[in-house]
Every structure is written in structure tokens, then in C-alpha cells.
T-cell receptor, first 112, second 111 residues
Framework: DADVTQTPRNRITKTGKRIMLECSQT?????MYWYRQDPGLGLRLIYY???????NKGEISDGYSVSRQAQAKFSLSLESAIPNQTALYFC???????????FGEGSRLTVL | GQQLNQSPQSMFIQEGEDVSMNCTSS?????WLWYKQDPGEGPVLLIA?????ELTSNGRLTAQFGITRKDSFLNISASIPSDVGIYFC???????????FGPGTRLSVLP
């Protein structure tokens, strides 16, 4: 089983709908991240959390919100999805004292 | 935001050949990470480097942390078809700071 699990893996939705992407990890890491990947643009940070009570905006947080429900769970929400939010979304985790970053398998979101 | 530079952007090689790619930055980093990503999948961590000059291997893969701390290199020896994918680098200045990513090098292996 994957150490960083994302659900759903694929989702097609319509403009204006609310969408939630969920992430859970079994690595025991304090730090969790949400990234977006678009062709030619690489990985861009949406939000990150260094512990349950800590939430920080990344470089492209507009239109997104997050919730850190527990150390192991970090969800990303699109309150009102728009077509340019069509992308591949990745959750990632890292330990407090390590420089390694581990990714989930990704959630492909299509907004029509 | 800041990005790392990777070269080449893409490469086609014959099965069995060795491959070299690099990653450069205008800023220094204290951690360099190398990942492989297959289409539609999550990046998989290949090698982590923590010290300038460090050379680390993982099977047929060898990565080096540049002495200037502004670059890193990844070599793949005796390439095989399953090496196909996108390889990208990531850098971090200090633990607790966010990671910066390169755009990737797309590797194709011809039989």
C-alpha cells in the first residue's frame, strides 16, 4: 500500500461545483503539502501545513482551501471549480528533520 | 516562483547507453532531491543528497551534489526501457523551507 494515499485518483466535474481531494499518510510526517502540476509549468505549491494547527498559503492558493483534520490527513477543496483548475494534483509529506519529500499517486481533476 | 533549470529538456537514447542530466540554480541549496515520474503517476524519490560534493548511488543511478551547492547531476548507466519517464530535481535551502522544483528532463529509450 502507498504511504501517501490520495482520493479520488480521477474526477470529472462541472464549473461551479465544490470538490474535495483527500490525502492521508502513514509515514508519520508532520509536514504535508498540496501541489498542482500543469504541462510546461512544473510543480506549484498551493498550500502547506507543518502541523495540525499550522496552515500556510503557497504560491497559487487563490480558489483553493485546505483542512488539516489530523496529523495524517490533509484535504484540498475547490469551493467553486473553474476550467483552469483542470490539472494533476499531488499531496506530499516530509518529516520535520529530514530533507526528503514523498508524493502521493496524484489526483487528476477535470473541470468542464 | 523560483524554479530550477534542467538540461537537457528531453533526450532520446539507445537501450544500453549511459545518460547524464543536470540541474542548476542561481541560489545555493543544502538538499538536492532527484525524482522519476511516469505519465499520470506521482513522482518517486530516487536519490537524496545532503552535502556538497556528495556522490550517492541507487542501483544504476548515481547523483552528485555540486561543490558550489548550486547544481546537481544525475547519471543513469546501461539504460533499459523502463527508465523512460520524466526526471526532475528539487532543492531545499533548509529543513522547514519549501522545496523548489525543476521542469524535468524527459527521457526516451529506444530499443
Amino acid at each position: 500500500d502507498a504511504d501517501v494515499t490520495q482520493t479520488p485518483r480521477n474526477r470529472i466535474t462541472k464549473t461551479g461545483k465544490r470538490i474535495m481531494l483527500e490525502c492521508s499518510q502513514t509515514k508519520g510526517h508532520d509536514r504535508m503539502y498540496w501541489y498542482r502540476q500543469d504541462p510546461g509549468l512544473g510543480l506549484r505549491l498551493i498550500y502547506y501545513s507543518f502541523d495540525v494547527k499550522d496552515i500556510n498559503k503557497g504560491e497559487i492558493s487563490d480558489g483553493y482551501s485546505v483542512s488539516r483534520q489530523a496529523q495524517a490527513k490533509f484535504s484540498l477543496s475547490l469551493e467553486s471549480a473553474i476550467p483552469n483548475q483542470t490539472a494533476l494534483y499531488f499531496c506530499a509529506t516530509s518529516g520535520r528533520y529530514t530533507g526528503e519529500l514523498f508524493f502521493g499517486e496524484g489526483s487528476r481533476l477535470t473541470v468542464l | 516562483g523560483q524554479q530550477l533549470n534542467q538540461s537537457p529538456q528531453s533526450m532520446f537514447i539507445q537501450e544500453g547507453e549511459d545518460v547524464s542530466m543536470n540541474c542548476t540554480s542561481s541560489s545555493i541549496f543544502n538538499t538536492w532531491l532527484w525524482y522519476k515520474q511516469d505519465p499520470g503517476e506521482g513522482p518517486v524519490l530516487l536519490i537524496a543528497l545532503y552535502k556538497a560534493g556528495e556522490l550517492t548511488s541507487n542501483g544504476r543511478l548515481t547523483a552528485q551534489f555540486g561543490i558550489t551547492r548550486k547544481d546537481s547531476f544525475l547519471n543513469i548507466s546501461a539504460s533499459i526501457p523502463s527508465d523512460v519517464g520524466i526526471y526532475f530535481c528539487a532543492g531545499q535551502y533548509n529543513y522547514g523551507q519549501n522545496f523548489v522544483f525543476g521542469p524535468g528532463t524527459r527521457l526516451s529509450v529506444l530499443p
